[in-house]
């Protein structure tokens, strides 16, 4: 049984910062890309940033430059730092990843449970 777990949400002012938190656990062979998704009201789940299983990272046009996407191999954890936050990065939050299980199985993807983040005065 594989989990993501997702922390760090919150209110936070327009300008003002997040950091994103998101730990796999269960039976982890290995994890390729990790990334962090979001979906706001009336709107549908968009990719933020990912991170290929080196450093080689993606990231959304809207995010570029305030955003960075960081992990932790060793402790099967990713990051998302969230700088100049602005209003319409509201949504909620959603981390990813391709897990494989096992030597002899291909990998899927799972999901987290979300974590709201607000950005308002």
Not at 1 to 7: A, D, G, I, N
Not at 48 to 66: H, M, P
């Given at each position: 049984?594989?989990?993501?777990?997702?922390?760090g949400g919150g209110l936070v002012q327009p300008g003002g910062s997040?950091?994103?938190?998101?730990?796999?656990?269960?039976?982890?062979?290995?994890?390729?890309?990790?990334?962090?998704?979001?979906?706001?009201?009336?709107?549908?789940?968009?990719?933020?940033?990912?991170?290929?299983?080196?450093?080689?990272?993606?990231?959304?046009?809207?995010?570029?430059?305030?955003?960075?996407?960081?992990?932790?191999?060793?402790?099967?954890?990713?990051?998302?730092?969230?700088?100049?936050?602005?209003?319409?990065?509201?949504?909620?939050?959603?981390?990813?990843?391709?897990?494989?299980?096992?030597?002899?199985?291909?990998?899927?993807n799972y999901w987290g449970q979300g974590t709201q983040v607000t950005?308002s005065s």
């Open positions: 049984q594989v989990q993501l777990v997702e922390s997040l950091r994103l938190s998101c730990a796999a656990s269960g039976s982890i062979f290995s994890i390729n890309a990790m990334g962090w998704y979001r979906q706001a009201p009336g709107k549908q789940r968009e990719l933020v940033a990912a991170i290929i299983s080196g450093s080689s990272t993606n990231y959304a046009d809207s995010v570029k430059g305030r955003f960075t996407i960081s992990r932790d191999n060793a402790k099967n954890m990713v990051y998302l730092q969230m700088n100049s936050l602005k209003p319409e990065d509201t949504a909620v939050y959603y981390c990813n990843a391709y897990i494989v299980v096992s030597s002899w199985s291909t990998g899927r950005v």
